[in-house]
Structure formats: C-alpha cells, structure tokens
C-alpha cells in the first residue's frame, strides 16, 4: 500500500484472485486515521455497514456514482479527445494506420473515454477499442451503456496486463489510461511499466494529473463545484496531490519500460501549459 | 420598471435552468445525455420559477397596495449591475464551450464556468445586500431576499430529488 495519504476508493474494495473478500470498516477508519486523515475517515464511518463490514451493494453503488462524476469530469477534460489525438500520431508513427489495431484502457471505470471515441468516431474504424477493470461492477455498467450507444466496444473485468488476455499481439496494442497511475505507488512504477516491455505493445500513452498547486487548486474548484459525493470530493483533490512528478514517472518508465522512446508532455512547475491539465507519458517502441 | 423586471425574470429562469443542469450533469455516464441535459433544463427552469412565486406575490400585493415602484426599479438596478458582468462572462464561457475547437474548450471550463459555480452563492448574495440597500424599502429587501433564496435553492433541491429517487430505487 502506497505511503501517505490515501484515497478512500482504494479502500473500499478488496479482491484477490477475482474473489471478492469483506472489508472491516474499522480497519479502513482505523488506518485513515492512522494516516491523519481524520475527514476521511469520517467519510469511511457513515457508510453503511452489516455486521462490521461495509455493505457491498452500499459500496457498489457509491462506486458506480463516483465513477459516473468522473464520466462527466472526464468530458469537461477533454480527455476522449485528448486520447484519440495521441494515439492517432502514436499509430501513424508506428506504421499502424493501415493494420487492425487494438487500443486497451487499463483501468477504464465506466469506459466513458472508450465510449466517446465509438460514439464520436474519434478514431478510424480499423482501431478496436478494449477496455479493462479489475472491479466487474464498474465493467457490468461500461457493458451495459456500450450496449446502449457504442455496441462495438469491448470491456473484461480482468488483469490487462496479464499475459495471453487481452494482449494477443502486442506489436498491433496500443496501451492507455487515464487517471489511473496516481494509484500506482512510486516504487511500483516501473513495474507497472515493464508490463508493456513484457508484453511487446507498440506503444502506450498514461495520462494523469500533472502535479503542482495550480493542479492542487484546479482540482479543489473543479470537485466543490462539480462533485456531489464526499467521496469524490476527497478522493480528486487527494489524487492532484499524490499524482507523480513528471521526472519521477519518466525515470520509472525509463527503468521499466525497455525498448522504448519516452516522453513527459508537461510545462514546468509554476507555468503549466494551461491546456494540459492531465498530461501523458509516452511510450513508442523502437 | 418593466424592462428591469423582465431583465430579472429571465435571469432567474436561465439560472433556475442551469442549476437544473448541474444537478442532472455526472447522473448516468452516457456518451450522449441530451436527454439528461433538457430534463434537468426544464426541471430547474420549472421549480425556480415556482420557489419566486412567493417574491413575486409580495412584490405584487406591495405595487397593488401603494408600494414604491422606484425602490422596486432601484433595487431591480443595483442587483442587475452586480450580476450582469458575471451572467455576461458565464453565457460568453458557455458560448465559448460550445464554439471553441475541444483543445480549447477545456479553458471555458477551467476559467469561467467551474470558478464561477463556486462564487455564484456570494455573487447572488452581495447582489441582494445591495439591492435591497439601494431600494431602501423594507418590503423590497425581503422580496428580493426570497428570490434569491429561491434561485440558491434550485439545485440543493433538485439533488435532494435524486438522492430521494436513488434511494427509492
């Protein structure tokens, strides 16, 4: 588990080996509290709970309304777009503009990213579009609304790193994600990004917040004025600040990721590109 | 008198409607939520315009009573100078969203229309302090004071309707 403060969604679901267990909810109060998150933690005592432990449903629910806000951030951020425009050059470098590709979002939630780009025809239509998340709740919904507005895309609630599942040929993938390395703890890093080495994906592009307090700020307004649930609230203002600085994922990713160029499109520190509020490492094969 | 009334009236009811869109906004996470959108258009733009109905009533029986009209237009005024730079930069930001190529569209967002959903209460609220000070009417200020509470409470309550469904299955 990553070191200093936590987010409250991390927390609230545990499953090992496609098997969900309980969660106590005193231990999830407990260690907030440990980490000095006293609001949290408050957050974490008033959801509903049977026996001791969180209810299930309770915490499907939250998670389906919590991701659904993120659905709705994500469009005011522009991401779909932001995403089909990076993979379009990634392809087209890559010597894929004629080929079948696949773009796979790892930790795609409700898949809204994916869904847009089907719905919008972001992309051309030789690029399939796979999503994956290890929570099947949050996979069920991102099925059940593809099946309503964008039949052609594909979610699975499985590891998509793993071997032989949703990477069948790596040199034809292009790897995504958006919002989703915050979670990842540093010294995890370059783990996560050897997975795309091991897998011989021809390129991948991972776009997360860029950290600094004008992010810090942005994410405050954008989760008071937007966000409902305490949850949410918490959880976005906690991921800006927890996001890893640009040099930390690009010394990660150059560890991990062998065999491949990378870049991290960000301005500095106190100057942000205004534009790029979630900006991508990339990574291109060789 | 007319013309600032009418001014009001419309400004309260674009509110109404965009409190009514907020509320609905982050509700299912479909790609395509025009349908979503209207619903929560017409339901803000319904429910302010029945939580005035109280302010407008005072306002009326006052005026029809021997009230002073020229505190209503002063009021009417100083709430107006206040709010309209800020309804201005609001509808330019939404104009904006909606125009911009999407690499700049984000900047509406990021500039105007999330900082300014945060100031909305105080902006309305100081509105309110004026106009009710610069009408100098005790009538006028608890009139102006129940519409503004009415246009703050359009999306509290329409959230509280979702909530209540939600939980109603």
Do not use: K
């Not at chain 2, 395509?32 to 429910?47: C, K, S, Y």
């Not at chain 2, 029809?64 to 309804?87: E, H, K, N, S």
């Not at chain 2, 330019?92 to 969203?97: I, K």
Request: with cysteine.
């Amino acid at each position: 588990m990553r070191e200093g403060p936590l987010e409250i969604t991390d927390l609230l679901w545990h499953a090992e080996d496609g098997i969900r267990s309980p969660v106590r909810q005193a231990d999830v109060v407990r260690l907030l509290r440990e980490r000095g998150q006293r609001r949290a933690a408050r957050i974490v005592a008033a959801l509903p709970s049977s026996g001791g432990d969180l209810d299930q449903d309770a915490v499907d629910a939250l998670g389906l309304r919590v991701h659904r806000e993120l659905s709705r951030l994500g469009e005011e951020l522009q991401l779909a777009h932001r995403v089909a425009a990076t993979v379009e050059q990634l392809i087209a470098r890559r010597g894929l503009a004629e080929r079948p590709v696949r773009l796979l979002d790892v930790g795609c939630g409700l898949g809204h990213v994916l869904r847009t780009i089907a719905v919008h025809r972001l992309l051309p239509a030789h690029v399939e579009l796979v999503g994956a998340d290890l929570n099947p709740v949050l996979i069920a919904e991102a099925e059940h609304l593809a099946a309503r507005e964008a039949p052609g895309v594909r979610f699975a609630a499985v590891d998509a790193f793993e071997p032989g599942t949703l990477v069948t040929d790596g040199s034809e993938t292009v790897v995504v994600s958006t919002g989703v390395l915050h979670h990842v703890a540093p010294e995890e890093l370059a783990t996560f990004f050897s997975a795309h080495t091991a897998l011989g994906v021809a390129a991948f592009a991972h776009w997360d917040i860029a950290p600094c307090r004008w992010s810090t700020l942005g994410a405050w307004v954008f989760h008071r004025a937007r966000m409902r649930e305490a949850v949410s609230r918490h959880d976005g203002v906690l991921s800006a600040r927890r996001a890893h600085a640009g040099a930390t994922l690009l010394r990660a990713a150059v560890e991990g990721a062998d065999g491949y160029d990378i870049t991290v499109d960000e301005g500095g520190r106190w100057h942000p590109r205004a534009l790029d509020v979630l900006r991508p490492i990339v990574g291109i094969r060789r | 008198m007319i013309a600032v009334f009418i001014t009001l009236s419309v400004l309260a009811c674009l509110d109404g409607a965009f409190s009514g869109f907020r509320s609905s906004l982050g509700r299912s996470a479909l790609v395509d939520h025009t349908a979503d959108d209207r619903r929560g258009l017409r339901a803000g733009a319904v429910l302010v315009g029945l939580l005035l109905l109280p302010a407008t009533v005072i306002a009326a029986i006052d005026l029809a009573t021997g009230g002073d009209a020229a505190a209503y237009q002063r009021a009417g005024t100083a709430f107006l100078l206040v709010i309209g730079p800020y309804a201005l930069l609001v509808v330019l930001a939404l104009a904006g969203y909606r125009a911009l190529h999407w690499r700049l569209r984000y900047l509406a967002s990021a500039l105007i229309l999330g900082p300014f959903t945060l100031l909305r209460p105080c902006v309305v609220i100081i509105a309110a302090i004026v106009g009710a000070s610069r009408g100098g009417d005790p009538v006028v200020g608890v009139s102006g004071g129940l519409a503004c509470a009415a246009v703050l409470a359009v999306e509290p309550l329409l959230d509280r309707r979702w909530a209540r469904d939600r939980a109603g299955g």
